[in-house]
């Protein structure tokens, strides 16, 4: 499971990391279709080289031709100037595997609860993060996420 294969990669080379997106989703029994991983890591460059190198272990490639110090140090540039919130990572033999870094949030801002998958303990996003993220973002498919993500909050909120 590709999941399972990325979280464990980041925590074995110790790369704080919390999955948001489809995948944090499915994890609060939201489910919706998805490929990538969307990942959250702490914004330091010594974080952004380890993520690269684990994903290149992992046989990702930067979809964009540039180095972890590159993205780290133009960063704000790509997210204000290029809209590039995502450092996007895939195997082009599988393109199934894919993983995005989100850049423009700090893994210090959200909240993490740990869930266990095959009996590994998996860094997700809250329910409550995941719904900020999805606010901010406001696409189509995170409207939709929006309302589910609702939903949910206010089943467990009447339990």
Same mark, same amino acid.
């Given at each position: ?53 684990? $994903?290149?272990? @992992? ?5 964009? =031709?540039?180095?972890?110090? !590159? &993205?780290? +140090? ?55 993060? $995941?719904?900020? @993220? ?5 696409? =189509?498919?995170?409207?939709? !996420? &929006?309302? +589910? ?11």
């Amino acid at each position: 499971m590709f999941i399972l294969e990325v979280t464990q990669a980041f925590h074995d080379n110790q790369v704080p990391y919390v999955v948001v997106g489809g995948y944090a989703l499915a994890f609060h029994n939201i489910v919706r279709a998805t490929v990538d991983v969307d990942l959250i890591i702490r914004l330091k460059i010594e974080d952004f080289e380890k993520c690269e190198m684990v $994903l290149n272990k @992992l046989g990702l490639t930067s979809r964009i =031709p540039v180095k972890a110090k !590159d &993205i780290f +140090k133009f960063r704000k540039e790509y997210i204000e100037n290029r809209n590039l919130i995502a450092w996007s990572f895939v195997d082009y033999k599988n393109p199934s595997r894919a993983v995005d870094i989100l850049i423009n949030h700090d893994l210090k801002e959200i909240r993490i609860k740990k869930i266990s998958l095959h009996g590994h303990k998996i860094n997700v996003a809250s329910l409550e993060d $995941l719904l900020l @993220l999805k606010e901010e973002a406001n696409r =189509p498919q995170d409207q939709i !996420d &929006i309302v +589910k993500i609702k939903e949910k909050l206010n089943e467990k909120k009447n339990s």
